[in-house]
């Protein structure tokens, strides 16, 4: 079990570099699966849940390539095989291969994705989607076992803008006959990225109003070079800890593209917050910390992102008045609660989907446990601003979204290292 050990009050100063977006570079890989010439992505951030997917794409038949000093994947793309292992369960994303096989061989068996600590997240949608193309599904406890012919265009809407679904359906219909249009679409950078993606391989997609995609299916799709996004929740957590951290010398976010989070960028600033933001970074100077409480609710592009709702409440801790904080996504996304409060923060979680954050509270050292991916990044900020020493236990959560946080966060003068316990 690995943790992660901070001594808080230190002030940071320095750079702090942002890479590819995990949350693009799950889908464009599965998507790489398409098609049938070699695939080049950069910017691709050191990850183990993209080294687990390059090894399923391994698994049907392509060859794959990971070289991290130039934050390059190469893959020479060949289905050979249509059943993924029950390797595949262990990430989620997994669910993204589903579409690339049928599309191309007409038939799938992949093992169901695993449960999820935040909630039920259901695959109905994209079930559903893949059935409106043609597809039909066998039961099987299991494994999801899918078979279809060629896949046919269809109008189709969503029940929810599912990020997931979207980008499963928008990968099979790429090569289905005819044009499809999809309703009440995810509009996330992330989704953005995948069908630039899909476009340079020469599928033809496009935003056709608010709401909908309209896609003209290919024969076939070809190779391409493409650069990731930055990712936006490193982006909007960094900027969490320059505004609690920085020191006489400010901290610069480098390599970023803060219109794509400028909903939580503005409650940062609404709540007192000085950032200079640029085209592809952001400068946080030293503040006078005079923070004030701010409302927030999560919702789907461009309204708060989920995945920065844990970085954010913890910001909240340090701001004064009542706040009030709703998750509408996920059922059980306030896990990291509890152990903020153990380290003096206070924090009343009044339902599944609010918690009202009483504020401003002196945050003390304490041994946590990493619960969920952004939940440990809040429970890491936390330990940055404690006095004492903080232990965050289970750290393999966070490292599934966070490259060497624990590095970069040394690197620019926080106390904190990495400790095995047995
Ligand atoms: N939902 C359904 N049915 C479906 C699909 C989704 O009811 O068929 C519900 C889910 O239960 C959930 C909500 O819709 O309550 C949102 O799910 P969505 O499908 O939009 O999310 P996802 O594709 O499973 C991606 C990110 C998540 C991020 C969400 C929302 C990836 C690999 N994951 O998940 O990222 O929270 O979109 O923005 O892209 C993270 O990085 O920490 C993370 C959890």
């Known amino acids: ?84 292992s029950q390797k595949a369960n262990k990430m989620r994303a997994s669910i993204l291969m589903l579409a690339p096989l049928l599309a191309r061989k007409g038939s799938a068996k992949i093992p169901y994705p695993g449960g999820c600590s935040i909630g039920g997240r259901p695959i109905d949608i994209t079930l559903d989607g893949l059935r409106a193309l043609g597809v039909s599904f066998e039961d099987s406890d299991d494994y999801l076992i899918a078979s279809a012919g060629k896949l046919k265009a269809c109008e189709f809407t969503l029940k929810f803008p599912s990020v997931g679904a979207t980008e499963a359906l928008i990968m099979a219909a790429s090569l289905a006959e005819g044009t499809t249009v999809f309703h009440n679409v995810a509009r996330e950078p992330e989704i953005t990225d995948t069908m630039d993606f899909l476009n340079a391989l020469g599928a033809d997609m496009f935003f056709s109003d608010d709401n909908s995609i309209t ?35 400010g901290i610069l976010i480098e390599n ?50 989920t995945d920065l709702q844990a970085p954010i409440m913890m910001f909240l801790t340090q701001c004064d008045g009542e706040a009030h904080v709703t998750e509408n996504i996920y059922e059980n996304r306030f896990m990291h ?10 924090i009343t979680p009044v339902s599944h989907h609010l918690a009202v954050v009483k504020g401003k509270t002196d945050l003390v050292g304490a041994k946590v446990e990493s619960t969920d991916l952004r939940g440990s990044a809040a429970l890491v900020i936390a330990g940055l601003i404690a006095e004492g020493q903080t232990i965050v236990e289970k750290v393999q959560h966070l490292d599934r979204g966070y490259e060497t946080l624990d590095k970069f966060l040394a690197n620019i003068g926080a106390d904190i290292k990495r400790g095995t316990v047995l």
């Open 256 to 305: 970023c593209q803060p219109k794509h989070l400028q909903t939580e960028l503005n409650v940062l600033q609404q709540a007192g917050v000085k950032m200079d933001i640029k085209e592809n970074s952001i400068f946080i100077p030293q503040q006078d910390k005079n923070y004030v409480g701010v409302d927030f609710e999560t919702s789907v592009y461009n309204g708060f992102a």
């Open 1 to 84: 079990m690995t943790n992660i050990i901070i001594n808080g009050g230190k002030t940071l100063e320095g750079t702090l570099p942002i890479f590819g977006a995990k949350n693009a570079c799950l889908p464009i890989i599965c998507a790489t699966a398409l098609a049938e010439e070699k695939v080049t992505l950069s910017n691709i951030p050191d990850l183990s849940d993209i080294e687990l997917l390059l090894g399923l794409l391994e698994e049907i038949g392509c060859q794959t390539s990971f070289c991290k000093e130039k934050r390059e994947v190469e893959v020479t793309p060949n289905i050979a095989k249509t059943e993924l």
């Open 215 to 249: 896609i003209n299916g290919a024969e076939k799709l070809a190779g391409c070079q493409h650069r990731v996004i930055p990712d936006r929740i490193i982006t909007g957590t960094y900027a969490v800890i320059g505004a609690l951290c920085a020191g006489e010398k």
């Open 337 to 346: 609660v509890p152990h903020l409060n153990n380290m003096g923060a206070k």
